[in-house]
Each structure stands twice: as structure tokens, then as C-alpha cells.
């Protein structure tokens, strides 16, 4: 398995804030307690691949993690 540097980023680099998003996202689907919103990918994206771990968090919440099995 090849070693990948861990992609890192925050909130500050989106091009809209979360307040914003929310008021898009709520104008077009109900919102609901414990949605998730996919806002895209931060610099240095690559591809993932089977055998990848992604782990995400906010702060103050437990994080969550995925591993990515083989299709």
C-alpha cells in the first residue's frame, strides 16, 4: 500500500461560509438534525482508493471514520 500524506483543511478555505451553505441547502431540502453537507475537497486531493481510511471531524464532536473496501 503506498503511504499518502493526510489532506487537512478548515471551514476558512470554503468560498462560502457555513452560514451561507445553510441558507442554499435550506431553500431547496428540509435539514434535518444530523445531515451531513459535502462541501468538495480541500488542496492536495487525490483519488481514493480501496484500503483508504477518511476520517473527518468538527470540533466538539466525536470524529467519524470510513474505511474504503474493495468494490
Known amino acids: ?4 500524506r493526510p489532506q487537512r483543511s478548515d471551514v476558512s478555505k470554503l468560498i462560502w461560509n457555513i452560514g451561507e451553505i445553510i441558507e ?4 431547496a431540502w428540509e435539514l434535518q438534525p444530523g445531515d451531513l453537507v459535502y ?3 480541500p488542496e492536495g486531493v ?3 482508493v480501496a484500503g483508504d481510511t477518511l ?6 464532536l466525536t470524529d467519524i471514520s470510513v474505511k474504503i473496501q474493495p468494490a
Open 55 to 60: 476520517v473527518g471531524g468538527v470540533e466538539g
Open 24 to 27: 442554499h441547502l435550506s431553500a
Open 1 to 4: 500500500m503506498t503511504s499518502r
Open 39 to 41: 462541501t468538495g475537497t
Open 46 to 48: 487525490a483519488a481514493v
